[in-house]
């Protein structure tokens, strides 16, 4: 698994975008985490090492762009290249995340089609409105591989309409100190739904405030992504050698 960050910025959009880690991680640089520009990373998937091996290496998931969003407007004149760099790796998978699937088909490559088999492009959905919004417009547009991301998980979300044709769910609650609640049983009531679906289910992390049995508890960060291993309710099966990927830094 690999991160490729080919912009970095973003601008707040969404009730999951208040305690947004990117503005958290910028903010202790002096950064402005809203200004949007590219990174010296842009042509990493093109890169190879000393050693004449690709800098990414085949097979490997690529996730990308995970400090800005794919789609963001500042980032329309670059978004073709990005693709053409997509194009030429058929041998990693990118994985995209994104909260402006109303604008997927700005700069599409010509030759997209139905899809690259090379790309998954997943919604995030932290609470019922934004995945009433946000889930039809991925299920309608040209795309091969389509998951969910609820996180930071806001409140109870029923999926279950639009399951078909998504190939899985993670969810996961907030971290940093102003973290707001998840609760355990909203993750089980989304671990139940992929189940009946047939959908694979990923528990990535408690976050910081996590509420079980009707019972608070602070996580320090070290431990977020491990308690939620152990409560065992992944159905995704790993790779092979997979690290749980810390999206936040």
Request: glycine share 8%; hydrophobic share 35%; net charge neutral.
């Amino acid at each position: 698994m690999a991160l490729w960050r080919p912009w970095h910025g973003c601008r707040k959009c969404s009730p999951g975008c208040q305690n947004c880690y990117v503005y958290r991680g910028d903010e202790r640089y002096g950064r402005d985490a809203s200004q949007v520009r590219t990174t010296r990373e842009f042509d990493l998937p093109a890169r190879g090492r000393r050693d004449g091996e690709p800098a990414l290496r085949p097979g490997e998931c690529v996730f990308t762009c995970l400090t800005s969003d794919f789609f963001i407007e500042e980032a329309d004149a670059w978004r073709a290249r990005a693709w053409r760099l997509m194009r030429a790796r058929p041998d990693l998978m990118f994985y995209i995340i994104t909260k402006r699937i109303d604008r997927f088909a700005v700069a599409l490559p010509e030759d997209w089609g139905e899809g690259y088999g090379n790309v998954t492009v997943a919604v995030t959905c932290e609470n019922q409105q934004k995945a009433a919004e946000r889930i039809p417009l991925l299920l309608d547009a040209p795309i091969r591989h389509r998951e969910l991301i609820c996180e930071p998980l806001l409140e109870e979300i029923d999926l279950t309409a639009w399951l078909p044709g998504i190939e899985g769910v993670t969810a996961g609650g907030e971290s940093g100190l102003r973290a707001r609640l998840c609760r355990y049983e909203w993750v089980l009531a989304l671990r139940d739904q992929c189940a009946a679906a047939g959908v694979p289910f990923t528990f990535k992390q408690t976050g910081a405030l996590f509420e079980k049995d009707g019972r608070e508890y602070r996580i320090p960060r070290r431990e977020q992504l491990a308690q939620a291993r152990r409560a065992g309710l992944d159905t995704r099966a790993p790779l092979e050698g997979e690290e749980p990927l810390l999206w936040e830094e």
